[in-house]
């Protein structure tokens, strides 16, 4: 396994912010409004580093695709699903595909959401949690 690097933590920041910011598959994160976070030295360090920097973002496992557009100084990411995706997602995801039925990331957040903000979904956790908890042999 490759260690990381400067250059590779902050393409990781870069990545996590994009992937955060998106309600779909890709993100345009704008350099100068990442840097706004960072202080002068690193600024610095970043912007002298930049060419290492769009290289790591370019190999990181999350990205799909990477435009950089040297002019405006943003990086257009394109993101695979299983970076966007939490398990529970992923398994409405696969559930869909195997039913016939593709969503779109949105959808699948949606129903994701409704999901774990359902009273069932509670309850059951609540169940879930009660059960596990009799056969340890603890009283509730």
């Not at 695979?80 to 869909?96: E, R």
């Not at 699948?108 to 949690?129: A, F, G, H, P, R």
């Amino acid at each position: 396994m490759e260690k990381l690097n400067l250059n590779k933590l902050i393409a990781n920041d870069i990545v996590n912010y994009g992937m955060d910011k998106t309600t779909s598959f890709n993100y345009i994160v704008s350099l100068n409004d990442f840097l706004d976070d960072y202080d002068e030295e690193s600024i610095d360090y970043i912007k002298s580093h930049i060419s290492d920097i769009i290289e790591a973002v370019h190999q990181n496992e999350n990205v799909a695709d990477l435009q950089y557009d040297e002019a405006r100084q943003e990086f257009n990411m394109v993101f695979y699903f299983n970076g966007l995706f939490s398990k529970l997602d992923k398994k409405i995801y696969d559930t869909a595909q195997d039913m016939g039925i593709d969503f779109e990331v949105d959808e699948v957040w949606e129903i994701s959401y409704n999901l774990e903000n359902s009273d069932e979904y509670n309850e059951m956790i609540k169940n879930t949690i009660q059960e596990n908890f009799k056969t340890m042999g603890r009283e509730i």
